[in-house]
Protein backbone atom coordinates (compact mmCIF):
# COMPACT_ATOMS: atom_id res chain seq x y z
CA UNK A 1 0.00 0.00 0.00
CA UNK A 2 0.73 3.53 -0.42
CA UNK A 3 -0.48 6.44 1.61
CA UNK A 4 0.30 10.29 0.40
CA UNK A 5 -0.27 12.96 3.06
CA UNK A 6 -0.47 16.30 2.97
CA UNK A 7 0.60 19.03 5.23
CA UNK A 8 1.32 22.90 5.53
CA UNK A 9 -2.12 24.39 4.35
CA UNK A 10 -3.51 27.62 6.31
CA UNK A 11 -4.82 30.75 6.03
CA UNK A 12 -2.66 33.52 4.43
CA UNK A 13 -3.15 37.38 3.25
CA UNK A 14 -2.78 38.11 -0.55
CA UNK A 15 1.22 38.79 -1.36
CA UNK A 16 1.87 36.12 1.58
CA UNK A 17 3.93 32.47 1.55
CA UNK A 18 2.76 29.25 1.91
CA UNK A 19 4.85 25.78 1.84
CA UNK A 20 3.03 22.55 1.79
CA UNK A 21 4.65 19.38 1.97
CA UNK A 22 3.93 15.84 0.60
CA UNK A 23 5.28 12.59 2.61
CA UNK A 24 4.68 9.43 0.49
CA UNK A 25 5.21 5.72 2.46
CA UNK A 26 4.87 2.40 1.73
CA UNK A 27 5.85 1.25 -1.67
CA UNK A 28 7.97 4.11 -2.55
CA UNK A 29 10.49 1.93 -4.91
CA UNK A 30 8.92 2.58 -8.34
CA UNK A 31 7.94 6.22 -7.52
CA UNK A 32 8.01 8.61 -10.67
CA UNK A 33 6.19 11.38 -11.54
CA UNK A 34 4.18 13.66 -7.79
CA UNK A 35 2.28 16.61 -8.64
CA UNK A 36 -0.08 18.54 -6.92
CA UNK A 37 -3.71 19.79 -7.98
CA UNK A 38 -6.16 22.33 -6.91
CA UNK A 39 -9.96 22.47 -6.59
CA UNK A 40 -10.97 26.12 -5.94
CA UNK A 41 -14.58 26.50 -4.88
CA UNK A 42 -17.37 25.90 -7.65
CA UNK A 43 -14.31 24.66 -9.65
CA UNK A 44 -13.04 21.75 -11.49
CA UNK A 45 -9.47 20.51 -9.77
CA UNK A 46 -6.51 21.11 -11.85
CA UNK A 47 -3.22 20.61 -12.15
CA UNK A 48 -0.50 23.08 -10.62
CA UNK A 49 2.40 21.58 -10.70
CA UNK A 50 4.62 18.60 -11.15
CA UNK A 51 8.20 17.25 -10.94
CA UNK A 52 9.40 13.75 -12.13
CA UNK A 53 11.88 11.71 -10.35
CA UNK A 54 14.91 12.89 -12.44
CA UNK A 55 13.55 16.54 -11.50
CA UNK A 56 12.11 18.34 -14.70
CA UNK A 57 9.27 20.43 -13.45
CA UNK A 58 6.28 21.56 -15.25
CA UNK A 59 3.98 24.50 -14.17
CA UNK A 60 0.35 26.02 -14.77
CA UNK A 61 0.53 29.31 -16.48
CA UNK A 62 -1.04 30.94 -13.46
CA UNK A 63 1.49 29.95 -10.88
CA UNK A 64 4.51 30.02 -13.01
CA UNK A 65 7.55 32.44 -11.57
CA UNK A 66 4.98 32.15 -8.02
CA UNK A 67 5.19 28.15 -7.12
CA UNK A 68 8.20 26.13 -6.96
CA UNK A 69 8.30 22.82 -6.50
CA UNK A 70 10.64 20.36 -5.41
CA UNK A 71 11.78 17.11 -4.52
CA UNK A 72 13.94 14.81 -2.25
CA UNK A 73 14.20 11.29 -3.31
CA UNK A 74 15.34 10.13 -0.35
CA UNK A 75 12.99 11.21 1.54
CA UNK A 76 10.26 10.54 -0.87
CA UNK A 77 8.89 14.20 0.06
CA UNK A 78 7.65 17.07 -1.91
CA UNK A 79 7.45 20.57 -1.40
CA UNK A 80 5.20 23.20 -3.25
CA UNK A 81 6.33 26.67 -1.95
CA UNK A 82 3.88 29.40 -2.89
CA UNK A 83 4.94 32.88 -2.93
CA UNK A 84 2.99 36.38 -4.10
CA UNK A 85 -0.21 34.43 -3.14
CA UNK A 86 -3.54 35.56 -4.60
CA UNK A 87 -7.02 34.87 -3.31
CA UNK A 88 -7.84 32.75 -6.48
CA UNK A 89 -4.97 30.35 -5.02
CA UNK A 90 -7.34 29.38 -2.69
CA UNK A 91 -8.68 25.50 -2.52
CA UNK A 92 -7.99 21.79 -1.25
CA UNK A 93 -4.71 21.53 -2.57
CA UNK A 94 -3.92 17.92 -3.01
CA UNK A 95 -1.03 15.93 -4.04
CA UNK A 96 -0.72 12.69 -6.57
CA UNK A 97 2.10 10.44 -6.93
CA UNK A 98 2.01 8.06 -9.86
CA UNK A 99 4.07 4.06 -9.65
CA UNK A 100 4.04 2.49 -12.44
CA UNK A 101 0.63 2.86 -14.20
CA UNK A 102 -1.15 3.80 -10.42
CA UNK A 103 -2.29 7.22 -8.98
CA UNK A 104 -2.18 7.54 -5.44
CA UNK A 105 -3.87 10.61 -4.01
CA UNK A 106 -3.82 12.39 -0.25
CA UNK A 107 -6.81 13.68 1.43
CA UNK A 108 -5.82 17.48 0.61
CA UNK A 109 -5.22 20.54 2.42
CA UNK A 110 -6.84 23.59 2.73
CA UNK A 111 -4.95 27.08 1.55
CA UNK A 112 -7.27 29.83 2.53
CA UNK A 113 -5.89 33.56 0.76
CA UNK A 114 -7.64 36.38 2.09
CA UNK A 115 -7.84 39.78 0.28
Known amino acids: QVQVVESGGGLVQAGGSLTLSCAVS????????ISWSRQGPGKQRELVASISRGGSTDYADSVKGRFTISRDNANNTVSLRMNSLLPEDTGVYYC?????????WGQGTQVTVSS
Open 96 to 104: RVRILMSDY
Open 26 to 33: GRTSSINV
